[in-house]
């Protein structure tokens, strides 16, 4: 089995090494939140200086296999890094969808700008009144008014009513339009219940009503999380996105990329978090001798990077098999490292804010954000819980009659 990475990889990496050491991580001293939530003015210097290197759209314009060790790179500084070299979520998930299922004119209107990097945008899937970790709970509901078939798109409108929650980016105002999931048909079959559409931000009945706050950290780098309200937003029919009743096989659709690109990029927080924690212990003394002489020190270190490698490969195989057989058959492994990533990066950076000691969970270091932000993977895009569920079904399927 041959592990290397090809040419073509090799030197994506080594120009987006460069990228990093020369440009990001000298930046990142420079980062400054803006009251308005609109995209810090550090961040529109690296994407002009990433497209002029030919950084951009990376997850767009690569196959899965060569696109992680990419994103592990940018993983190491995602406040900045992602968003740099417009790989960032959600607009990564939006603009795969919007090529897959999205018709001309949607792709025209919104897929051509977001890949220029002229708007955001935001996914509005969970809701606060029902468990969200199943889709098909979804209650907002998106009603056909006005002439025109049910069952196409050609004339008459849709009215969308709901209550969304924790819409990541919805606070940037860059962010131009929402894809909501909705309930088309209350009556069908659950799985064909949920449509898709895409509701322009500055529809009247839309209202981003407040920020929604992760572990107290407001994710302002990133356009933040939102409650947002939908009163009787009225849309044209042709915003629907592929056929009514189709938003529950599209969401899924979304999701498998979605979540092995959080797992690529968490990969580059726990190399940082080991570097964090390996340049602490090695500059510290306590009780007469360094920290990095210390056993259970050493025991985080290793276990550390074990971990690390553990992760790593399953995520490469992970790729390979998406690239290879397409997600559905990856989906074992996509629900595998949706549940070992997370809780890997977890566990090392724990022992890293343990390192770190009071700094660590202090705003001078990094760690304490990239603990609030890894932990919360462990719920979005489904939470731990059932994915395990569903891994357990496949597995009993193969012996049981």
């Known amino acids: 089995m041959d592990f290397a990475f090809d040419a073509a990889t090799e030197e994506l990496r080594e120009r987006l090494t460069a990228f990093m050491d020369e440009c990001v991580y000298p930046a ?12 810090p003015a550090v961040v529109r210097e690296l994407q002009q200086e990433a ?63 977001l890949l220029a990097g002229e708007i955001r945008s935001a996914f509005a899937m969970t809701e606060p ?77 839309v209202t981003v009503r407040r920020a929604m ?37 599209i969401a899924q659709a979304r999701l498998g990329p979605g979540r092995i690109h959080h797992c690529m990029r968490a990969i580059g927080i726990a190399e940082r978090a080991l570097e964090l924690m390996c340049r602490r212990v090695s500059e510290r003394t306590a009780f007469g001798r360094p920290l990095a002489d210390q056993g259970v020190v050493q025991d985080w270190i290793a276990e550390s990077r074990v971990r690390i490698e ?10 390979w098999l998406m690239d290879t057989v397409g ?15 997370p809780q890997t990066v977890e566990w090392i950076l724990d022992k890293a804010v343990q390192a770190h000691g009071a700094a660590g969970v202090s705003q001078d270091t990094p760690l304490a954000v990239l603990w609030a932000g890894n932990r919360t993977l462990r719920l979005a895009d489904g939470p731990d819980e059932v994915h395990r569920r569903s891994l357990a079904r496949r597995e009993l399927r193969r012996y049981q009659g």
Not at 29 to 34: E, G, M, Q, Y
Not at 170 to 195: L, Y
């Open 213 to 249: 706050t992760v572990f107290g950290y407001e994710d302002r780098d990133h356009g933040g999380h939102a409650e947002v309200v939908f009163e009787d937003a009225r849309v044209p029919a042709a915003n629907l996105i592929g056929e009514p009743g189709s938003g529950f096989a």
């Open 28 to 39: 990142e001293a420079r980062l400054t939140l803006n009251e308005d939530w609109s995209t």
């Open 327 to 341: 997600n559905k058959g990856a989906h074992t492994e996509i629900q595998a490292i949706k549940i070992v990533v």
């Open 129 to 205: 009144e029902v468990a969200s970790s199943d889709a098909t709970n979804i209650r907002t509901r998106i009603e056909r008014v006005g002439w025109g078939s049910p069952r196409t798109k050609s004339g008459g409108q849709y009215v969308v009513n709901g209550r969304k929650w924790y819409i990541t980016g919805a606070m940037n105002p860059d962010c131009k339009v929402f894809i909501v999931m909705g309930q088309t048909d209350p009556e069908a079959d659950v799985r064909h219940r949920q449509s898709m559409i895409l509701v322009p931000r500055d529809t009247p009945g």
């Open 310 to 319: 553990q992760a790593r490969l399953l995520v490469l195989k992970t790729a």
């Open 51 to 113: 497209r002029a290197r030919g950084l951009w759209n990376l997850f767009y314009e690569l196959p899965n296999l060569q696109y992680a060790p990419l994103a592990e790179i940018t993983g190491r500084s995602i406040q900045l890094a992602p968003a740099a070299t417009n790989c960032a979520a959600p607009d990564t998930g939006n603009m795969e969808l919007l090529a897959q299922f999205g018709d001309e004119a949607q792709r025209k209107q919104w897929l051509e700008p």
